[in-house]
């Protein structure tokens, strides 16, 4: 295993002075380690992938150092737009050094999300013509990898990928981070808002814990997942999907369970879901101030105003809940409103340790849910 400390300084001896990326379970020790040891200005959870990339060649514009980017492998798509067209050879020439975790490695055990992405993950960056090496597990060898990297990545003055797989940093644990006051957890928000629903009511789900939940939920409510549209992987679209359906479906009220930082990876879909009068649109955005499916590294969450948000594009209403009896109440408004409309539940952090994952298939999921849709 290689120390988070021990990686953190090797890349910072080499020349890294700034990191930028959207947190990975499998990074989440020395994403966790960043957090901890970089000052704000020179470490930015981006909104997503592509921010991430577009920071740092902003970053070796103004002081011709190249950053640090790291994510998931889920993230490698809403990465390839800068790095094909702002950072590669034949744009800007920007020198970058990727740190990319490696879900759905081929020959291990994962999520059905995770198998395509993992199995492309390397031929992705053959294809962008991106040099790639996969991080060895001993801290010495990893340091000559990130020498090497960073050579190839001088002589290139181009993006440079480092793979981490699964469990190859040691722990590392961060500290709790402060923000929310709540003690409502997110599993029991979860609840709260499927026990106020009506029989016909759908849910598109977010990435991540929450859709487990809710799964599991489902599960002892007697097992029907039919109302239920999981959205495993491609995070922050799970609001799109819902407003794709309750614009063909508008008898149906379809609710969104959304996360901060799902919402935030895209939020430009606030503002087309303010475009449309969609009255049967409800937006449920379950803010925990962080990534906490992936390690707890901290949103911009708690700083942003996301009512404000929703009715500077358009919602009809936007609420906020903070407990039981307020989600309960908020819900029955949301429900006899017209939409769109937005209701901000504040949640702690954390979840359940034993917490499932679906046992149904995202085909089986998919057919269910579009039997009850079409009913
Ligand atoms: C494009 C992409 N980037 C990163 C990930 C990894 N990932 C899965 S869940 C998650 C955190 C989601 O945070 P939030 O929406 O705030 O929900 P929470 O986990 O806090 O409930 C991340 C970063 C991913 N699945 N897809």
């Known amino acids: 295993m290689i120390d988070c400390g021990f990686f953190y300084n090797t890349l910072v001896e080499s020349g890294i002075d700034f990191f930028a990326g959207v947190p990975d379970s499998l990074l989440k020790s020395f994403c966790g380690y960043v957090s901890e040891h970089v000052d704000l200005n020179n470490h930015l959870i981006a909104a997503n992938e592509g921010g991430a990339i577009a920071l740092a060649c902003g970053h070796y514009l103004a002081t011709g150092q190249p950053g640090l980017v790291y994510m998931q492998n889920s993230g490698q798509g809403n990465a390839a737009n800068p790095l094909i067209s702002l950072a590669d050879p034949d744009v800007y020439s920007i020198p970058i050094l990727l740190l990319i975790g490696w879900r759905g490695e081929p020959g291990k055990k994962d999520e059905p999300q995770h198998v395509k992405q993992g199995k492309i993950t390397l031929s992705f960056l053959e294809t962008l013509d991106i040099p790639y090496m996969i991080l060895p597990d001993t801290d010495n060898q990893a340091q000559q990898c990130v020498e090497q990297a960073f050579k190839t990545m001088e002589e290139s ?219």
């Open 157 to 375: 003055s181009a993006p440079v990928a480092l793979i981490a797989k699964k469990e190859i940093f040691s722990p590392y644990q961060m500290a709790e981070c402060m923000g929310c006051s709540s003690e409502l957890t997110r599993e029991a928000a979860i609840k709260e808002v499927i026990k106020n629903l009506d029989e016909s009511d759908v849910i598109v789900s977010t990435t991540g814990k929450a859709s487990r939940e809710l799964y599991e939920y489902r599960d002892s409510l007697g097992g029907d997942h039919s109302k239920d549209f999981l959205t495993v992987g491609s995070m922050g679209h799970a609001s799109q999907i819902a407003l794709g359906i309750a614009l063909e479906k508008p008898e149906r009220q379809v609710f969104i369970l959304d996360g901060d930082g799902a919402a935030i990876m895209h939020m430009g879909a606030m503002a087309i879901i303010g475009s449309k009068a969609s009255a049967n649109f409800k937006h449920i955005i379950l803010n925990n101030g962080c990534h906490e499916s992936v390690g707890g590294q901290p949103t911009v969450g708690f700083s942003i105003s996301f009512t404000n948000i929703a009715k500077a594009c358009g919602y009809k209403i936007a609420l906020q809940a903070e407990n039981l009896s307020e989600i309960s109440q908020k819900m029955e408004i949301l429900k006899s409103s017209d939409g769109p409309a937005l209701l901000e539940i504040k949640v702690r952090k954390g979840a359940r340790a034993d917490l499932g994952r679906p046992k149904t298939s995202p085909k089986e999921n998919k057919a269910a849910f579009m039997r009850f849709l079409a009913d």
